[in-house]
């Protein structure tokens, strides 16, 4: 059963805690035109990259009798605005889906309902990490679960994505063998634990692992979801998988996580990323 809109808003509450550039002529807003002659540079040369557009991330919370929206972001990233543009982008499109649904709700249907908080789970000089977790209600008997993380290398002011860290795709089978195992075990330890009945639980472990074995296939797609895990002397220690319900498909709600240690993903990574992640012992 879903929360109802007052409890997702006191959770969200809870969670919460240029110069000018060039005209059409290429002359800049002061007026001032650039100096000709022998030393000038070319305007394409001259030209330093354009800053993403600033996001203001500010904390929304919005209440209507059709619906009720709560998203509240970190306060430690305003340095990183490249970040932030991705943070506010993910939010935005969240909130577009709402309202498409909302322009299609029924009189007598309840309030719907979008909760995301943003969340710091790491920082290091070249990384920063955030997590985003909530879930949105647009109708049905349940509300449905978000998830979404966001790695930023600092220097290289980008994301950096699962393809870009492990891009020799023969190298996930490595990582997949390692998480499904991790997996497959959490899930008989969970079933044990519920009470399932001792001559029921091998048929369904034999089902969860096929069912685990297709949402983790080898390669970036499946591991698209990850966070650094702070490890000795400032550099990863471990990454944390991050895989929705829905993906691995096994009857257990909930998102589910694993994490991979450095001394095992070290030899995995692109050659550039290797120092992020802390060296074996000795």
Not at 110 to 134: C, H, K, M, N, R
Not at 167 to 182: F, G, H, K, L, M
Request: proline share 8%; charged share 25%.
């Amino acid at each position: 059963m879903r929360c109802g809109a007052a409890a997702v808003m006191a959770c969200v509450l809870l969670a919460a805690c240029e110069r000018g550039a060039p005209d059409a002529n290429n002359t800049p807003r002061d007026g001032v035109a650039p100096r000709a002659g022998a030393d000038a540079q070319p305007a394409a040369e001259a030209a330093a990259p354009a800053a993403p557009p600033a996001a203001a991330l500010e904390d929304v919370v919005e209440t209507a009798p059709t619906h009720v929206v709560g998203i509240s972001y970190p306060k430690t990233i305003s340095g990183e605005p490249g970040l932030a543009v991705e943070l506010k982008r993910y939010a935005d499109r969240q909130r577009e889906e709402l309202a498409k649904a909302v322009a299609g709700r029924g009189a007598d249907a309840p309030p719907y309902d979008l909760t995301l908080s943003f969340s710091q789970v790491y920082e290091s000089p070249q990384l920063i990490a955030v997590a985003a977790d909530g879930s949105t209600y647009t109708g049905g008997d349940a509300s449905r679960p978000l998830a979404a993380r966001f790695v930023w290398l600092r220097d290289e002011d980008r994301l950096l994505t699962a393809a870009d860290l492990v891009p020799d795709e023969s190298n996930w089978t490595r990582i997949a063998e390692d998480v499904r195992s991790q997996l497959r075990t959490a899930y008989a330890q969970r079933i044990e634990a519920d009470g399932m009945p001792a001559a029921e639980r091998s048929a369904a472990t034999r089902e969860a692992a096929k069912r685990i074995e297709r949402g983790t296939a080898a390669g970036a797609t499946h591991f698209a979801m990850f966070e650094p895990v702070a490890g000795p002397g400032g550099r990863i220690g471990a990454l944390r998988f991050v895989f929705p319900a829905a993906q691995l498909d096994t009857g257990l709600h909930g998102t589910h996580t694993v994490e991979v240690p450095a001394d095992a993903l070290r030899p995995l990574v692109a050659p550039q990323y290797r120092d992020l992640f802390a060296a074996p012992a000795g």
